[in-house]
């Protein structure tokens, strides 16, 4: 019970950072930013570990699976549509502390799922080298599913258990 209504309290905090986010820029550029976030989120846990894994068993691995997941959804206008729909209408667990994409939207009063604008300048701007960190996360996630993903043949990559 004291869970519940932590988590409560923790959603309310959220909204009213979200409102406060707004401020700083505007309902608009927040709500879109939410948006993203839940769409490629969504996506990068659908494929990333997958490609990975598939990779691995078929001896290769990647220099930096960012820029393939880029070039891969970043253009997939429907797609990213279709999972900001399906992800805003998932009901929030009642020990999540974040709300649900719906309810952050129509706090925001911008309840309006529409194609994701990712022209202009990106928070990837704010990196400097960021093909190099990348391709560290890339290297450094590789690892972890290599020797922890009971899908990958250990064997074949001569990995200890």
Do not use: C
Request: proline share 3%; glycine share 2%.
């Amino acid at each position: 019970m004291f869970s519940r209504i932590e988590n409560s309290i923790g959603r309310q905090r959220e909204l009213r950072a979200d409102y406060f986010a707004a401020k700083a820029a505007s309902p608009k550029i927040m709500a879109s930013a939410l948006i993203k976030a839940h769409v490629f989120g969504t996506l990068w846990h659908q494929v990333s570990e997958k490609w990975i894994v598939d990779a691995l068993n078929e001896g290769k691995v990647f220099r930096n699976i960012s820029e393939l997941f880029a070039s891969t959804f970043l253009s997939e206008k429907s797609l990213q549509q279709e999972v900001a729909k399906d992800s805003s209408m998932h009901l929030t667990h009642p020990t999540d502390t974040h709300p649900s994409l719906r309810e952050r939207l129509t706090a925001l009063h911008e309840n309006q799922i529409e194609v994701l604008s990712i022209e202009g300048e990106t928070a990837a701007s704010l990196f400097f080298n960021l093909s190099s960190h990348e391709e560290k996360l890339t290297e450094y996630e590789t690892s972890i599913i290599a020797k922890y993903h009971p899908n990958v043949d250990r064997k074949k990559l001569q990995i200890p258990d």
